[in-house]
T-cell receptor
């Protein structure tokens, strides 16, 4: 149980285009989903927290107009990187938890490369 | 401000011996602690957790110890196996953070056959 999937697993896009990453909880309903990014040899940095049906809460320093998050249902959250630039290249990971549970279950991650 | 710190970037252990990974925190409002294991280019996998009202939690080869007065927790793996080689992250949950976790920098564990 507690499986989280992400799609795509890797994507290459050109500078200036937008990329959408999907995060799905496959066998449970996720009241809250989280989006992280990880640079090589660094820790996971929380970007934003999203709750189903409400606006995402962004961490300090994260541009909400650049990283659009939509949590349309209890099993799906999407992260759209708008007008991507090479510095947005990173490993993006989502996680989800069930209401009342503290453990977060992570997706496999999405490698984004912007050329 | 690094509220969760893993001061050892790496640890090397012989197969069959004990691995001890350490984690320190500064925020006394953290009420739940978790350990995750991560392979390159994959998402973290949940290992074990402990509530701040306990000082020990055990699950098979994995035991987590919490010393609240020292704001220190450790993960013990006994016996260590080559398949345990990965990056280990400790994470802490703030009591009022709505589930948000703060992660340490990670420790690379290498278990030699």
């Amino acid at each position: 149980g507690a499986v989280v999937s992400q799609h795509p697993s890797w994507v290459i896009c050109k500078s200036g285009t937008s990329v959408k990453i999907e995060c799905r909880s496959l066998d449970f309903q996720a009241t809250t989903m989280f989006w992280y990014r990880q640079f090589p040899k660094q820790s996971l940095m929380l970007m934003a927290t999203s709750n189903e049906g409400s606006k995402a809460t962004y961490e300090q320093g994260v541009e909400k107009d650049k990283f659009l998050i939509n949590h349309a249902s209890l099993t799906l959250s999407t992260l759209t990187v708008t007008s991507a630039h090479p510095e947005d290249s990173s490993f993006y990971i989502c996680s989800a938890n069930q209401g009342g549970h503290y453990e977060q279950y992570f997706g496999p991650g999405t490698r984004l490369t912007v050329t | 401000d690094q509220q969760v710190k893993q001061n050892s970037p790496s640890l090397s252990v012989q197969e069959g011996r004990i691995s001890i990974l350490n984690c320190d925190y500064t925020n006394s409002m953290f009420d739940y602690f978790l350990w995750y294991k991560k392979y390159p280019a994959e998402g973290p996998t949940f290992l074990i957790s402990i509530s701040s009202i306990k000082d020990k939690n055990e699950d098979g080869r994995f035991t987590v110890f919490l010393n609240k007065s020292a704001k220190h927790l450790s993960l013990h793996i006994v016996p260590s196996q080559p398949g345990d080689s990965a990056v280990y992250f400790c994470a802490a949950r703030h009591g009022t953070s709505y589930g948000k976790l703060t992660f340490g920098q990670g420790t690379i564990l290498t278990v030699h056959p």
